[in-house]
């Protein structure tokens, strides 16, 4: 995995347990590389730092790696990652994804009160009966909106908009359907969420970099200027605002400021 590598990593719930899926991302023959080194519970179910960090290290021994050599994490822009960012003595790159879905629901707060009245209409759709009276009028199935991924806003708003005349003929919920100003709104957010929609796939495509990260994230700010303040360069949600501003100058072949060159100094090999 070469002199100096980065950790990638995320977890999630399953039962009991909380699971830590474990990346290494390096440069192999002046290529960007990436091998999966493990997938597995946090010991004795601890969320915290050292349960994270004792993971890492036991991950990597497998490998006969230590974490000396790690000298860069890239995660969640949450709490417990920056703590284990500051242990380490490393930068913490945030998930770009995490960081635009959370600039989204900025965007988005004001439409919250007709988004919770659709979602709810959502919800009373998939109850069996109505969702049987439903189906004899359209194939398409009633989408709610999954509060951990903004972009099923957008699949809730348009699977509404397109199944409106059918969910009129339910008569169960016929009144909660939206009219008038409501409506329009609804037509209105629909259009305006499917930019952010285009931007969120692209932050999840393979082999895109912190430059092109930032090229999206300054072309959003401009048409919804609500989002800056998670998207703008040094955001305060940026862990390593620094070292994020000299891969970004790296990349695009401009000259670092002194403290951005300490700042990725530790990627230089003998």
Same mark, same amino acid.
């Given at each position: 995995?070469?002199?100096?590598?980065?950790?990638?990593?995320?977890?999630?719930?399953?039962?009991?347990?909380?699971?830590?899926?474990?990346?290494?991302?390096?440069?192999?023959?002046?290529?960007?590389?990436?091998?999966?080194?493990?997938?597995?519970?946090?010991?004795?179910?601890?969320?915290?730092?050292?349960?994270?960090?004792?993971?890492?290290?036991?991950?990597?021994?497998?490998?006969?790696?230590?974490?000396?050599?790690?000298?860069?994490? &890239?995660?969640? *822009?949450? /709490?417990?990652?920056? =703590?284990?960012?500051?242990?380490?003595?490393?930068? @913490?790159?945030?998930? %770009?994804?995490?960081?635009?879905?959370?600039?989204?629901?900025?965007?988005?707060?004001?439409?919250?009160?007709?988004?919770?009245?659709?979602?709810?209409?959502?919800?009373?759709?998939?109850?069996?009966?109505?969702?049987?009276?439903?189906?004899?009028?359209?194939?398409?199935?009633? &989408?709610?909106? *999954?509060? /951990?991924?903004?972009? =099923?806003?957008?699949?809730?708003?348009?699977?509404? @908009?397109?199944?409106? %005349?059918?969910?009129?003929?339910?008569?169960?919920?016929?009144?909660?359907?939206?009219?008038?100003?409501?409506?329009?709104?609804?037509?209105?957010?629909?259009?305006?969420?499917?930019?952010?929609?285009?931007?969120?796939?692209?932050?999840?495509?393979?082999?895109?970099?912190?430059?092109?990260?930032?090229?999206?994230?300054?072309?959003?700010?401009?048409?919804?200027?609500?989002?800056?303040?998670?998207?703008?360069?040094?955001?305060?949600?940026?862990?390593?605002?620094?070292?994020?501003?000299?891969?970004?100058?790296?990349?695009?072949?401009?000259?670092?400021?002194?403290?951005?060159?300490?700042?990725?100094?530790?990627?230089?090999?003998?």
């Amino acid at each position: 995995m070469g002199e100096v590598f980065g950790l990638i990593f995320d977890g999630w719930p399953h039962a009991s347990l909380h699971y830590v899926v474990i990346f290494a991302v390096y440069e192999l023959e002046d290529k960007r590389s990436q091998a999966l080194l493990g997938v597995s519970p946090l010991d004795e179910g601890s969320q915290d730092v050292d349960a994270h960090i004792r993971l890492m290290s036991n991950v990597l021994s497998v490998y006969n790696e230590t974490m000396e050599i790690v000298c860069f994490l &890239v995660a969640d *822009n949450c /709490t417990t990652n920056k =703590s284990i960012a500051l242990k380490l003595g490393v930068p @913490l790159v945030g998930c %770009a994804s995490h960081r635009f879905n959370l600039a989204a629901n900025k965007f988005y707060a004001e439409f919250e009160p007709i988004l919770e009245d659709v979602n709810s209409l959502m919800s009373q759709l998939r109850q069996p009966n109505n969702h049987a009276e439903l189906t004899k009028h359209t194939e398409l199935r009633p &989408v709610k909106c *999954n509060v /951990t991924c903004w972009s =099923s806003t957008l699949a809730m708003v348009e699977c509404y @908009l397109r199944i409106r %005349a059918e969910i009129k003929k339910v008569e169960a919920v016929e009144e909660l359907v939206s009219t008038g100003s409501r409506h329009r709104k609804l037509v209105a957010l629909g259009e305006h969420l499917k930019k952010p929609n285009s931007i969120s796939k692209r932050l999840q495509r393979e082999g895109i970099d912190l430059a092109q990260v930032r090229v999206l994230f300054d072309s959003v700010k401009v048409e919804y200027p609500v989002m800056s303040d998670y998207l703008k360069a040094g955001a305060k949600i940026v862990n390593s605002p620094v070292f994020e501003a000299a891969v970004v100058k790296k990349i695009d072949g401009q000259v670092l400021a002194i403290a951005e060159k300490k700042a990725q100094r530790q990627f230089e090999t003998s």
